[in-house]
């Protein structure tokens, strides 16, 4: 069963660097994707996205990541569309090949599935004409890479219905996505134009000798580039303006516009000397890169930034908060068979940037981190669910970390509680912290938990039901001989 209710499987048209990057989204996402691309080379490259996706979302959410949805290959547009609850086409951009695809695969979807496409500026309402149902169509535009980059621009044509708009940005939102809605069409749409703007006067500088490639890209990402990423042009000059505010920075600045110190109403002629300019300075600030090792560079510096504004509460920070919660609720909405005759494998995580300090190691609160989560999911695991905790909750009264090995920013982690005793109040259990790749044991940790009438604000007996899968638990668990670490002292000789 999927964990997004109602969507199971898509359909995906073109699978380059923008198809390749949906199915990757939907895929992590637990959703399974057919995928309609003539280009035999088509596999291969999907597989390479796949990749880069996957070590960038493990590292991004700390959250566990639902069983990945499975890709199938399809010969006709037909065949993507059929049996899937929404399509995302995403082919080359050219109006009459979008169309032919529109309309072919709207022929074998559902009445009620809605398309979206990615165009980086092609008309709605130019796309839907001659689909079947063409009030479905919307645009949803994403950003490279589109399993990381939250952004999505939603818009309809004339045709579109509000209700498909509504689904559509909905679905990007279940993906962990920031559905953008702009009120009308608009060739390019609204980010695309912000786009060419700086993509069109850097071409000026460059055909003018004024700067190099490089030195233009180092003048977006030690200045404006770092403000843009939480807050935008609109706020960054409001501060400019400083007490005043807007009006004052608009006196100020108002002028120049007039003057003006931009070439944007033309286009520097594409000759063979710009273009060799271009690729030679392109070459030399790649120093020698592959463009997957790029693509890995980027990712792990999107990683980073998208954490650090969750700190700020910011921008694609708070998506990404708001990302974690829904999958940390689709984790716990998912029953798991889990083998009781071996410690439960209740919590998994990987590494991000911030748990990491200044010697490049975990900081020593993110073990207790994790462990603290791993006894969350053990009160899960014998009952207390949300209308519990309205009432009674288990609290920590006592801990010991023991710490073993490093972990370090990327590394994947796993969890597991043992059960060492219990009664009616009181819950004593161990966690044993390991690295997936090797089971290295990193940390241990023992824990003593009270069960508290949380309204008396008392220890309280725990209900019938909880101490009956304690019993049960315990039943398995007394079995299994007693971890190592257990019972230790700080400061008790190692042996
Ligand atoms: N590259 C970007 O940064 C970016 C960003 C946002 C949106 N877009 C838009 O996404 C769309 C795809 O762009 P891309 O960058 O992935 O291009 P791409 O060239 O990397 O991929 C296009 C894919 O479509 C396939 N294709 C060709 N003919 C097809 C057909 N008849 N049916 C199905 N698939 C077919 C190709 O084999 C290729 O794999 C375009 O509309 C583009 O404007 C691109």
Redesign the pocket.
Known sequence: MSPIPGLSCVGI?????????WAARFLLNGVDVKM????P??PR?VGEVLDNARRAMHKLVASPLPPEGSLTFVDT?EDAATGVQFVQ?????RLE??Q??LQRASTAAGPEVVFG??????LPTDMQRGMTHPERLVVG????P?YLLPLVEVVGGEQTSTAALGEAAAIYESLGMQPVRLEHEIDGFVA?RLLEALWREALWLVNDGIATVEEIDDCVRYGAGLRWSFMGTFLTYRIAGGEAGMRHFMAQFGPSLQWPWSKLTDVPELTDELLDKLVAQSDEQARGRTIRELERHRDDSLVAVMQGLRATHNGAGLVLDRYERQLFARAGSHHVEHDLDAPLRLYEATVPVDWVDYNGHMNDSRFFQVTSEAGDRLMRFIGVDEQYLTHSSYYTVESHVNFGAQAKAGDRLYATVQLLSHDAKRLHHFTSIHRADDDTLVATAEHMMLHVDTAAGRSSPAAPALLATLDELAAHHGSLPRPAHAGRFVGQPRG
């Not at 048209?13 to 990057?21: A, D, F, N, S």
């Not at 309609?36 to 280009?39: A, E, I, K, L």
């Not at 086409?89 to 951009?93: C, F, I, K, R």
């Open positions: 048209l073109g699978g380059g660097v923008i198809g390749g990057g309609y691309d003539p280009d080379e088509a490259k547009p086409e995403s082919a080359p951009e090949l979008k032919m695809l496409s990615s165009t980086s500026g092609l535009h994403p950003f490279n589109v695309d």
